[in-house]
């Protein structure tokens, strides 16, 4: 294994992004880099919500755990997402059905709305300041996405989800100041966080269980073995497990993962506070996503600044100008918002991989890795963490449900990969404009 994460070159490791999360973050402490050779039950590879929910599960059932972070804790997706909790995976119970049978859908559909109920405890147990705000709505913009949300509730409420309400245009237009859509499925379970101090907290939590995290640490190769050994620049940690839980920021770590996945960028932009306007915007406060496949993401931050993300570059390639590919986007949906002035912008990876679910698997009998979250990270990470978790305490069934889920390499690979996504994704989009 070689060196866990490249960095965008436009990007610090050592700080975060310019984005309004990290302006708005919690206090944090100095965490020091890897010096020597430290002995733990588990050493985790990546400070972002993977190896946070996993360490602070395994802490919890009395493990020494040492997480290993490149840059700083939430530097990657989980420090700059649009902070929605949204259920289930990017392929939804019925299309896993279809694809892998009853038996993969069932053990799945059991766990699809288990990520968010840990953020909701976590935040509550610990106290986190993350600035949690409850509901979420999904957006139709053509007739044919309304038969998907009137689908998409039969499907959850036949999971036992019962939460949800689906509203006609003039009931969307009380909850979101635009008249570009038809209808909205209201998930009162959902809702939305300021992702970096999730993060944050998350980590706060984890060290005032005796786990410790050193950030500016890039893991440089892993020696299996038991204990297996894994090294950075300045240290080692001999561990009886591994967790590789670098999703996007792999870099060349683990080529075999990385043949099967493809870093994606998403960019996000931050208004200036809205003040009393904000009722004209999100009267009722929730977030929202709509249907397209190339979809648009937006909610209120806490202090009532609409953050409004969208698109996909695939492969990853930073835009050197995020309000010029978002603010056209914003107008849109909100014209009244013509002159609003942009005080934040910037762009993250996530990791899709060609299924658009995500891959668990062992490199060796004690080395576990998750990735591939292909845009539903925020609750799969925390459900994850703790199968991973169940899984290195022997209680591997759940964890077996994802790790036998097949995966392949993106047609064309590397080198045409992003190309051929491109194309693939351009036909959609175009049914989506088109209504069809």
């Known amino acids: 294994?070689?060196?866990?994460?490249?960095?965008?070159?436009?990007?610090?490791?050592?700080?975060?992004?310019?984005?309004?999360?990290?302006?708005?973050?919690?206090?944090?402490?100095?965490?020091?880099?890897?010096?020597?050779?430290?002995?733990?039950?588990?050493?985790?590879?990546?400070?972002?919500?993977?190896?946070?929910?996993?360490?602070?599960?395994?802490?919890?059932?009395?493990?020494?755990?040492?997480?290993?972070?490149?840059?700083?804790?939430?530097?990657?997706?989980?420090?700059?997402?649009?902070?929605?909790?949204?259920?289930?995976?990017?392929?939804?119970?019925?299309?896993?059905?279809?694809?892998?049978?009853?038996?993969?859908?069932?053990?799945?559909?059991?766990?699809a709305f288990e990520g968010a109920r840990i953020i909701k405890e976590r935040i509550a147990q610990y106290g986190i300041d993350c600035h949690f705000k409850p509901g979420g709505m999904f957006t139709a913009l053509s007739s044919k996405?309304?038969?998907?949300?009137?689908?998409?509730?039969?499907?959850?409420?036949?999971?036992?989800?019962?939460?949800?309400?689906?509203?006609?245009?003039?009931?969307?237009?009380r909850h979101i100041?635009?008249?570009?859509?038809?209808?909205?499925?209201?998930?009162?379970?959902?809702?939305?966080?300021?992702?970096?101090?999730?993060?944050?907290?998350?980590?706060?939590?984890?060290?005032?269980?005796?786990?410790?995290?050193?950030?500016?640490?890039p893991v440089t190769r892993v020696d299996r073995g038991d204990p297996a050994t894994v090294h950075t620049a300045t240290g080692q940690v001999k561990a009886r497990f591994v967790i590789v839980a670098c999703n996007a920021y792999i870099g060349d770590l683990e080529p075999r993962l990385a043949s099967r996945s493809m870093p994606c960028g998403t960019q996000v932009i931050a208004t200036e506070p809205l003040g009393d306007r904000f009722p004209e915007i999100l009267p009722t406060d929730h977030c929202v996503e709509d249907c397209n496949f190339l979809l648009d993401y937006f909610r209120l931050s806490a202090d009532r600044r609409l953050l409004y993300g969208g698109g996909v570059i695939y492969g990853a390639r930073d835009p050197a100008h995020v309000e010029a590919i978002i603010r056209p986007k914003l107008l849109k949906t909100f014209p009244q918002l013509k002159d609003v002035r942009i005080?934040?912008?910037?762009?993250?990876?996530?990791?899709?991989?060609?299924?658009?679910?995500?891959?668990?698997?062992?490199?060796?009998?004690?080395?576990?890795?998750?990735?591939?979250?292909?845009?539903?990270?925020?609750?799969?990470?925390?459900?994850?963490?703790?199968?991973?978790?169940?899984?290195i305490r022997g209680q591997a069934t759940r964890f077996d449900a994802f790790a036998q889920l097949p995966h392949y390499p993106f047609p064309g690979g590397r080198l045409f990969r992003v190309p051929f996504t491109a194309m693939g994704a351009m036909y959609y989009d175009l049914r989506d404009k088109l209504g069809v």
């Not at 999360?21 to 039950?41: I, K």
């Not at 009162?188 to 907290?201: E, N, T």
């Open 1 to 111: 294994m070689r060196t866990a994460t490249a960095p965008c070159a436009s990007h610090d490791p050592t700080r975060h992004a310019p984005s309004y999360y990290a302006a708005s973050g919690l206090s944090q402490p100095d965490r020091p880099a890897l010096q020597g050779t430290h002995e733990a039950d588990v050493c985790i590879i990546g400070a972002g919500y993977t190896g946070l929910s996993s360490a602070l599960h395994l802490a919890e059932a009395g493990f020494k755990v040492i997480v290993l972070e490149a840059s700083r804790v939430g530097w990657g997706a989980s420090g700059r997402n649009g902070g929605q909790l949204v259920h289930s995976y990017s392929r939804d119970i019925d299309v896993i059905e279809a694809r892998y049978g009853k038996d993969a859908a069932s053990a799945l559909g059991s766990m």
């Open 145 to 173: 996405q309304v038969h998907q949300l009137e689908h998409h509730k039969a499907l959850w409420e036949s999971l036992g989800h019962q939460e949800l309400d689906l509203l006609d245009a003039a009931e969307t237009e």
């Open 177 to 217: 100041g635009s008249r570009r859509y038809k209808a909205a499925l209201l998930d009162r379970s959902a809702g939305h966080v300021h992702p970096l101090r999730l993060a944050q907290g998350e980590a706060a939590a984890l060290e005032s269980l005796g786990g410790r995290i050193f950030e500016q640490s």
């Open 343 to 391: 005080d934040y912008g910037w762009t993250g990876n996530f990791l899709l991989t060609l299924t658009r679910l995500p891959e668990v698997g062992r490199l060796s009998p004690n080395i576990y890795f998750s990735q591939g979250c292909s845009g539903h990270g925020v609750t799969f990470t925390h459900l994850i963490g703790r199968v991973l978790s169940e899984a």
